[in-house]
């Protein structure tokens, strides 16, 4: 972990350091946001999120940009989504709910999910989704009992590709060995779209594949697509959906492709497609990772000695499950003063009953960090609040947009008659 300051590119878009050193983001300073608001606080800045939603549409095309909601959903977030003429990629029943509730029309959502209930697809299908992307062969039979009467549902047809992405275990998914889709090498991939085409409820459009989150390597993105060209070319079908995955900089010395390096090799790997193929993606995490930062305050601090430093705040594993579900790594630094180099190693720790409830283990804060000071992590806008819990009975943070010196609390901070509203 790094003892200078804080990179600024780490930092949402709209992030400034005002005269007195404080930081801003989105035109308010983050003091004033923790007093406001409280702590722990999700703070996203919403042109940040503008400008990677426009990003992805002006690099992959109007109309073939889905975002995958379960990186951060929230009605705010896919109101923002489709604005931006983005759809919205849902994978549950609950998400397909929020998105509706939202005002996105059901036509702009694409229905995802490797264990669709009967129910689940019988609400999309209802609602009649843009598309259901196919996963196994149990769900083309649910499909064809509940479709009848001479309608068809428009469906992508999920392919495992076989290929290898270079990030944890838990979210690589293109592989052989992996709980999604149709696998490509032992002929799974052929049968269900011989199935598809033969069903008379069932529109096959496109296949669709996806290899994984926090993809750093462009060219592995590349590589999938291409086997995938290769593939789909034979079969004639108008889409081809090529997931989502990109990674971002989470830390210091970290470096992600741009969307429009991603966009590059997507376009050499499907140069090849018969004309006319739409060219689908779908972002989440690149589209609201660094858009959002998470403010804690200090509780606790102690020292071992010769063992290590202590530094607890008041979130943890509730908010940000990512560094113990797959060691995902963090920096903090101090908002009142973004700019100090950082020469104090601490563990940061949460507030929950589990010696693993461990935020950063190797940070790096200014040494004069005391109780009471707000500290910041950066880069926490995906798969933290979505994965959020009430574990120890706490209370889910506040999620707030910043814009132009003005805030919208976009999820309330839940409070304690919340916790026993479905007893
Ligand atoms: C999770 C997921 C995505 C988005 O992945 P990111 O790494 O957040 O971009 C896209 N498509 C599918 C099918 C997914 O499961």
């Known amino acids: 972990m790094s003892r200078a300051p804080v990179e600024m590119r780490l930092l949402p878009d709209t992030a400034t350091v005002e005269a007195d050193g404080h ?24 042109a940040h999120l503008r400008n990677r939603c426009r990003e992805a549409v002006s690099s992959f095309g109007t109309g073939n940009v889905i975002y995958a909601t379960k990186a951060f959903l929230c009605k705010a977030m896919a109101r923002l989504a489709h604005e931006e003429s983005l759809m919205l990629d849902v994978a549950t029943g609950g998400e397909l709910y929020v998105a509706r509730a939202a005002g996105v029309p059901a036509d702009r959502c694409v229905m995802h999910g490797n264990n669709k209930s009967e129910e689940e697809l019988r609400y999309a299908i209802i609602e009649r989704v843009r598309h259901i992307v196919i996963d196994n062969f149990d769900e083309i039979d649910r499909v064809e009992r509940i479709v009848t009467g001479g309608s ?19 979210i690589s998914t293109g ?6 889709g149709f696998n490509l090498a032992n002929g799974d991939a052929s049968r269900a779209i011989e199935r598809c085409r033969a069903a008379k409820s069932i529109d096959l459009v496109g296949v669709h594949f996806h290899i994984g989150s926090n993809v750093l390597d462009a060219d592995l993105l590349g590589r999938a697509a291409g086997v995938m060209v290769d593939f789909s070319s034979s079969l004639g079908l108008p889409e081809l959906t090529v997931g989502g995955g990109l990674g971002v900089a989470h830390t210091a010395g970290e470096h992600a492709p741009t969307m429009g390096q991603w966009a590059a090799v997507v376009r050499t790997a499907t140069a090849g497609l018969p004309p006319g193929v739409e060219v689908m993606v779908e972002p989440g995490r690149s589209i609201v990772a660094s858009a959002a930062v998470t403010v804690y305050r200090v509780g606790s601090m102690k020292n071992i000695p010769n063992v290590r430093d202590y530094v607890a705040v008041d979130g943890g594993m509730s908010d940000n499950l990512r560094p113990m579900l797959y060691d995902a790594q963090y920096e903090a630094f101090m908002p009142a ?7 104090r190693p601490v563990r940061l720790v949460g507030k929950h009953c589990e010696s ?38 706490v209370t889910r943070p506040a999620v707030i947009f910043v814009a132009d010196g ?18």
């Open 23 to 46: 930081l801003s983001i989105g035109g308010c300073r983050i003091d004033d946001l923790a007093s406001r608001f409280g702590t722990p606080l999700f703070v996203y800045d919403e």
């Open 152 to 170: 068809r549902v428009r469906v992508q047809v999920r392919v495992t590709p076989g290929i290898h992405a270079d990030t944890h275990e838990y």
């Open 175 to 180: 592989q052989d060995d992996s709980k999604f």
């Open 337 to 343: 003063r973004p700019t100090a180099v950082r020469d």
């Open 356 to 393: 693993g409830d461990i935020l950063i283990d190797d940070a790096h804060v200014p040494v004069d960090l005391a109780v009471g000071d707000l500290l910041a992590v950066p880069v926490t806008g995906a798969y933290g609040y979505s994965m959020a819990s009430n574990y120890n009975m």
């Open 406 to 423: 003005s805030v919208r609390v976009v999820r309330r901070r839940e409070s304690f008659a919340d916790l026993t509203l479905l007893d």
